[in-house]
């Protein structure tokens, strides 16, 4: 009688959680590509070129913005170096008084790519890494008021477009696209390493893209991001969201946010913070009529989760 009272609750009991299916996206419900452009200062000829942004939310402010901005601009190959803009409202910006532009000048060889910015406030120090194409090396100034910035120093040889997060003053992180589409993170206990770097496990959108562009944050316990890819040809180049649990696996979750449009001939760099009811997002773009500009658009959090 006991196996069967036994057998008799076991049927009435609440049946177990079916698994979580695999986190598989659908495209964007919605096009979130700019329709126009912020005018950030920019030290070249026509004074507005600016491209690959990276732009920090402070919040509270630092030393009197609450918005600051790496970018390069790129009219040539000679012009690519770091500059920083600071903004009230992150669609103004404007050359920090007394500071000038750009942070780091024209290397001997080659030129300087790829700006991020990471804010120490522990540390009262804006970081500004960038790639220096002679040796495909990343390095960095640091400044304490936005305007004067210290030596350069040397974080790594890596890929493109890194992007850096610092979760703690011992702990770092990187993310980055090797020179052959690898999508690349790597950990370390200082900006200057060692570093430890493996591969990341991603799914792209179908018709042969290969990531080119990267951008990371961490907000609350996950890890988001903005991937450029493209497939070889022109206009077929979009901004990907991405989300994961531990920056290493981003599984199935890329969305498409941005595609080019009649403003915009080509995706580029695109850069993301929280705000309201998901991100702002400025995006480095390349005009139909020619040049290149940063655009701000809004994602909702439910594009990304």
Same mark, same amino acid.
């Given at each position: 009688m006991s196996g069967l009272l036994a057998l008799l609750a076991a049927s009435n009991a609440t049946p177990p959680e079916p698994p979580e299916p695999p986190h598989v996206r659908q495209p964007a419900l919605a096009d979130y590509t700019p329709t126009s452009y912020l005018a950030v200062p920019s030290p070249v000829p026509d004074g507005a070129d600016a491209y690959? %942004? &990276?732009?920090?939310?402070t919040v509270?402010?630092?030393?009197?913005?609450? @918005?600051? /901005?790496?970018?390069? %601009?790129?009219?040539?190959? !000679?012009?690519e170096n770091p500059c920083v803009v600071a903004s009230h409202d992150g669609t103004t910006w404007v050359v920090p008084s007394g500071g000038s532009n750009p942070i780091d000048p024209t290397p001997f060889v080659?030129? $300087?790519?790829?700006? &991020?910015?990471?804010?120490?406030? &522990?540390?009262?120090?804006?970081?500004?890494? @960038?790639?220096?194409?002679?040796?495909?090396?990343?390095?960095y100034r640091t400044s304490a008021d936005g305007v004067r910035w210290s030596p350069e120093g040397h974080v790594y040889y890596g890929g493109l477009s890194p992007a850096l997060v610092r979760l703690s003053p011992s702990s770092w992180r990187f993310w980055s696209i090797g020179s052959d589409g690898a999508f690349m993170t790597g950990? *370390?206990?200082?900006?200057?390493?060692?570093?430890? !770097?493996?591969?990341?496990?991603i799914s792209l959108p179908p018709g042969g893209y290969? %990531?080119? +562009?990267? &951008?990371?944050?961490?907000?609350?316990?996950?890890? @988001?991001?903005?991937?450029?890819? +493209? $497939?070889?040809?022109? %206009? *077929?180049? /979009?901004?990907?969201g991405m989300v994961s649990g531990d920056g290493v696996d981003w599984g199935e979750s890329t969305d498409i946010l941005m595609r080019p449009n009649s403003v915009f001939s080509q995706m580029y760099r695109a850069t993301m913070q929280p705000a309201g009811d998901g991100f702002d997002?400025? !995006?480095?773009?390349?005009?139909?009529?020619?040049?290149?500009?940063? !655009?701000?658009?809004h994602v909702p959090l439910s594009e990304f989760s």
């Open positions: 690959h %942004p &990276d732009v920090i939310d509270t402010g630092w030393q009197g913005y609450r @918005y600051w /901005m790496g970018f390069t %601009p790129w009219p040539t190959d !000679a012009d080659g030129y $300087n790519s790829d700006t &991020d910015l990471v804010l120490a406030r &522990d540390e009262g120090l804006l970081y500004c890494v @960038y790639r220096w194409f002679g040796d495909q090396g990343w390095y950990t *370390s206990s200082s900006l200057t390493g060692p570093w430890v !770097a493996q591969s990341c496990s290969t %990531p080119w +562009h990267v &951008d990371v944050i961490y907000w609350e316990g996950k890890f @988001y991001g903005l991937l450029y890819c +493209h $497939n070889g040809t022109n %206009p *077929s180049n /979009m901004i990907v997002i400025w !995006a480095g773009l390349t005009l139909a009529i020619g040049g290149h500009r940063i !655009a701000r658009s």
